[in-house]
């Protein structure tokens, strides 16, 4: 522990004042029992001066110091909500206590005082409550930063921004569809996508590592070369500690979608009402549609799970099951459509040689 640390300046302050104040306590009882004043006084200084010692940062630095590192780490939002709960609620208690000093004493003394800490608490948690509606409350008092910004904001107030998920971040593809310019809003990565992304990085698991690592890298290329805006975002909903879970909520407070590949958060989202934009589906959704009668020429690489089936692969990633196909692996084959067949795992299409 330091000299001058806060903890040993608080211990020599409490010391002194305590033995002051046991030394007068114990000259009081010295003469409410007719003891020597001097002895007395002496002991209970003595008492006060280790009582002082080891109870005074337990009521003042430590408890200070833990409401600074709870303050730190609060949320603005939260924070100003706080701050404007306890004015409104004082400012009602000071006009309340005009007609309370009437009451006869005691009352006219304690009833302001309860209804100052009512009228707080009470202010205080609506505020809470309602924090995230305050905060756009108060984003209308902005000064102007320059028509971007405006228009953005009110993109953001609007619903016109799109959340995205770690998974879709650290998939990539969405660099791709960004610069094809079928999404036109602007895309936010929250704050807590962004520390889950540097955690995943951080991991001792090599493979998680890398994948935490190239999300960190692909979120730095969106921003660069997206033509669309992508943008952190430092809103948060300190209510949930989940990832999933703040991003649903935050999701609904916005009234916009989120972009995702986690089958779980489109499950979740969708239930709770809030719109999913998965690429995976969109991959699906895209890929060719080959009705049956149809020709093409697909590269057997395997054999298939049936006898004497054959086994390839269309641009698209499109499984292509093909009869009679077992002896000519490592070919490319003209084939004609016979059956597509649509499953959880995408789409199938079963053919035979031309």
Same mark, same amino acid.
Request: glycine content about 8%; hydrophobic content about 45%.
């Given at each position: &522990?330091?000299?001058?640390?806060?903890?040993? *300046?608080?211990?020599?302050?409490?010391?002194?004042?305590?033995?002051?104040?046991?030394?007068?306590?114990?000259?009081?009882?010295?003469?409410?029992?007719?003891?020597?004043?001097?002895?007395?006084?002496?002991?209970?200084?003595?008492?006060?001066?280790?009582?002082?010692? =080891?109870?005074?940062?337990?009521?003042?630095?430590?408890?200070?110091?833990?409401?600074?590192? #709870?303050? *730190?780490?609060?949320?603005?939002?939260?924070?100003?909500?706080? =701050?404007?709960?306890?004015?409104?609620?004082?400012?009602?208690?000071?006009?309340?206590?005009?007609?309370?000093?009437?009451?006869?004493?005691?009352?006219?003394?304690? @009833?302001?005082?309860?209804? @100052?800490?009512?009228?707080?608490?009470?202010?205080?948690?609506?505020?809470?409550?309602?924090?995230?509606?305050?905060?756009?409350?108060?984003?209308?008092?902005?000064?102007? &930063?320059?028509?971007?910004?405006?228009?953005?904001?009110? %993109?953001?107030?609007?619903?016109?921004?799109?959340?995205?998920?770690?998974?879709?971040?650290?998939?990539?593809?969405?660099?791709?569809?960004? %610069?094809?310019?079928?999404?036109?809003?602007? &895309?936010?990565?929250?704050?807590?996508?962004? !520390?889950?992304?540097?955690?995943?990085?951080? /991991?001792?698991?090599?493979? #998680?590592?890398?994948?935490?690592?190239?999300?960190?890298?692909?979120?730095?290329?969106?921003?660069?070369?997206?033509?669309?805006?992508?943008?952190?975002?430092?809103?948060?909903? /300190?209510?949930?500690?989940?990832?999933? /879970?703040?991003?649903?909520?935050?999701?609904?407070?916005?009234?916009?979608?989120?972009?995702?590949?986690?089958?779980?958060?489109?499950?979740? @989202?969708?239930?709770?009402?809030?719109?999913?934009?998965?690429?995976?589906?969109?991959?699906? @959704?895209?890929?060719?549609?080959?009705?049956?009668?149809?020709?093409?020429?697909?590269?057997?690489?395997?054999?298939?799970?049936? =006898?004497?089936?054959?086994?390839?692969? &269309?641009?698209?990633?499109?499984?292509?099951?093909?009869?009679?196909? !077992?002896?000519?692996?490592? !070919?490319?084959?003209?084939?004609?459509?016979?059956?597509?067949? !649509?499953?959880?795992?995408?789409?199938? =299409?079963?053919?035979?040689?031309?």
């Amino acid at each position: &522990m330091p000299f001058f640390s806060s903890d040993f *300046v608080a211990r020599l302050v409490g010391a002194v004042l305590a033995a002051f104040g046991a030394a007068l306590l114990g000259r009081e009882l010295a003469q409410l029992f007719g003891a020597p004043t001097d002895v007395y006084a002496l002991v209970f200084s003595l008492l006060g001066i280790l009582a002082g010692l =080891i109870l005074t940062p337990a009521v003042t630095t430590r408890p200070i110091r833990r409401i600074r590192e #709870r303050l *730190v780490s609060m949320p603005p939002e939260r924070l100003a909500a706080i =701050i404007v709960g306890l004015f409104t609620g004082l400012a009602a208690a000071a006009l309340l206590s005009i007609p309370l000093r009437a009451l006869p004493p005691p009352f006219n003394q304690l @009833a302001p005082l309860g209804a @100052a800490v009512l009228f707080c608490y009470l202010s205080v948690a609506v505020m809470v409550t309602r924090q995230h509606d305050l905060s756009i409350f108060f984003r209308d008092f902005r000064p102007l &930063m320059g028509s971007r910004d405006n228009g953005d904001a009110q %993109k953001e107030e609007n619903g016109h921004v799109i959340l995205l998920d770690t998974s879709v971040i650290i998939d990539g593809r969405i660099t791709d569809i960004s %610069k094809t310019g079928f999404i036109r809003d602007a &895309m936010l990565a929250p704050g807590f996508v962004l !520390q889950e992304l540097q955690s995943i990085a951080d /991991s001792p698991d090599p493979i #998680r590592r890398n994948r935490g690592r190239r999300g960190l890298e692909l979120l730095n290329i969106l921003q660069k070369e997206s033509p669309i805006p992508v943008r952190i975002t430092d809103m948060d909903v /300190s209510e949930v500690r989940e990832v999933d /879970s703040k991003l649903v909520a935050l999701a609904r407070h916005l009234h916009c979608p989120i972009m995702t590949n986690d089958y779980n958060l489109n499950r979740v @989202a969708e239930l709770q009402g809030v719109a999913v934009l998965n690429i995976n589906d969109l991959a699906n @959704a895209i890929k060719t549609i080959y009705l049956p009668g149809e020709e093409l020429a697909v590269k057997i690489i395997q054999e298939g799970r049936e =006898i004497g089936q054959g086994v390839g692969y &269309m641009d698209d990633g499109t499984m292509v099951v093909v009869e009679d196909g !077992q002896t000519r692996v490592n !070919q490319i084959v003209d084939v004609v459509v016979t059956k597509t067949l !649509q499953t959880s795992a995408g789409r199938m =299409i079963f053919a035979r040689p031309s």
